[in-house]
C-alpha cells in the first residue's frame, strides 16, 4: 500500500543517501522532504527524473515558526487526502555551531532549536496521524558518551542542565569558544535520546522510535558552520580515518539509516542503534526524570504563542 515517509536532513550526506535507498527498496513509499529553499526542491527534482515519487515542503528547520507552518501544511495534505497514510518520520537534520552564542529567529540556541526542538514539533503534529505499523528515526550521534572512544577527544562530553537553560544561548562556560559549541552539540544529541525514551513511553501501540547513530562520517557537511580551522580539519585531514575503524562512509552511514526506517534491523521502541546494531547508549542517557523534565519543558518552549 502507498505511504508517506516525512524526512528532514534529506538533501546532503548520509541523509541524501538514505533518501535514495528507502525510494529504491520501498516502491511503495512518498518521500516527503522538509527543507529550506533550493536545495529541498533540487532533490525533488533529481528523484522525480528517476521515476520516485517525492515531494517537498518548505521549512527553515532553526525557526519555530517555519517548522510550526510546515507541521501544519503537512498535517492539511495528510488529512485531506493528498498524501498517503504516513507510516515513517526521518528526522535526520542535525547542525554544530563554532560557538554557543548562535541565536535561531526565536532567540533560542541554534543548535537545541534544530536537533531538539524541530523534531518535538513535527512528531508531535504527526502523533495521532502515524498509521501502525509505524517508525519514527531521530539521528543521534555517539559524542553523547563524552569519552575518548566514542569522539576521538574532538567533541567535549555533555553537560546536562535544565532544558529552559540549554534552549537559550551562552549555556556553557566561555560561551564563544568552539568548545562551547561542540559541547552544545553533544548535548543536544544526549537530548535526542532523552526524547526517544519519552516518546517510547507516549507513542500509541505499533508507532515505535528509535535513535540511530551513524557513527564519525567525514565531510557530512555537519561542520558548515564551523571556524575556519575547525572546517579544514574536518575536511582535509579527518577524512584519512575513513580508511579506519573508527569512521563509517557516508553511504555506509546512509544504507544503515534507511535500513533501520524499512525495519531491516529489529529494534524494540525506545532504542538505540549503531550503525547497524542495538547496543547501549551511554549510563548518563537512561534517566527518566531527565526525560520527563525535557519533555515538559519542550511542550513550554514549543508552544505556540
Do not use: C
Not at 498509521?131 to 555533555?158: C, M, Q, W, Y
Not at 562512509?249 to 547497524?276: C, F, P, T, W
Request: net charge neutral.
Amino acid at each position: 500500500m502507498n505511504h508517506t515517509i516525512v524526512m528532514t536532513g534529506a538533501t546532503r550526506g548520509i541523509g541524501r543517501v538514505a533518501a535514495e535507498r528507502i525510494l529504491a527498496e520501498d516502491k511503495d513509499a512518498h518521500l516527503l522532504v522538509l527543507a529550506r529553499g533550493e536545495s529541498g526542491a533540487e532533490l525533488v527534482r533529481d528523484l522525480q527524473r528517476r521515476g520516485h515519487t517525492v515531494a517537498h515542503i518548505e521549512a527553515d528547520l532553526s525557526s519555530l515558526a517555519s517548522t510550526r507552518t510546515a507541521a501544519a501544511t503537512l498535517r492539511d495534505n495528510l488529512t485531506h487526502g493528498q498524501l498517503p497514510p504516513v507510516k515513517g518520520f526521518v528526522g535526520n537534520a542535525g547542525i554544530q555551531y563554532p560557538n554557543d552564542t548562535t541565536e535561531g529567529p526565536e532567540g533560542f540556541e541554534a543548535t537545541f532549536a534544530l536537533n531538539v526542538m524541530a523534531n518535538h514539533v513535527l512528531i508531535s503534529a504527526l502523533t495521532d496521524l502515524f498509521e501502525p505499523p509505524a517508525r519514527i528515526v531521530i539521528t543521534s550521534s555517539d559524542t553523547h558518551f563524552g569519552d575518548f572512544k566514542h569522539n576521538l577527544g574532538l567533541v567535549p562530553a555533555p553537560n546536562w542542565q535544565a532544558p529552559e537553560t540549554l534552549a537559550r544561548i551562552n549555556a556553557f562556560p566561555s560561551p564563544a569558544s568552539v568548545a562551547a559549541g561542540r559541547t552544545a552539540y553533544s548535548t543536544s544529541k544526549l537530548a535526542v535520546i532523552y526524547l526517544v525514551h519519552e516518546y517510547a513511553r507516549r507513542l500509541p501501540a505499533g508507532v515505535d522510535i528509535v535513535s540511530y547513530n551513524p557513527g564519525f562520517v567525514p565531510n557530512t557537511g555537519l561542520a558548515r558552520n564551523a571556524d575556519p580551522l575547525s572546517r579544514f580539519v574536518v575536511r582535509r585531514i579527518l577524512p584519512a580515518l575513513a580508511v579506519t575503524p573508527v569512521a563509517t562512509s557516508r553511504r555506509a552511514a546512509g544504507q544503515y539509516l534507511a535500513d533501520v526506517v524499512l525495519g531491516k534491523i529489529d529494534a524494540a521502541s525506545g532504542s538505540y542503534v549503531d550503525r547497524g546494531k542495538v547496543i547501549r547508549s551511554s549510563d548518563e542517557s537512561y534517566d527518566p526524570a531527565r526525560e520527563a523534565q525535557l519533555w515538559q519543558a519542550l511542550e513550554r518552549l514549543t508552544a505556540a504563542v
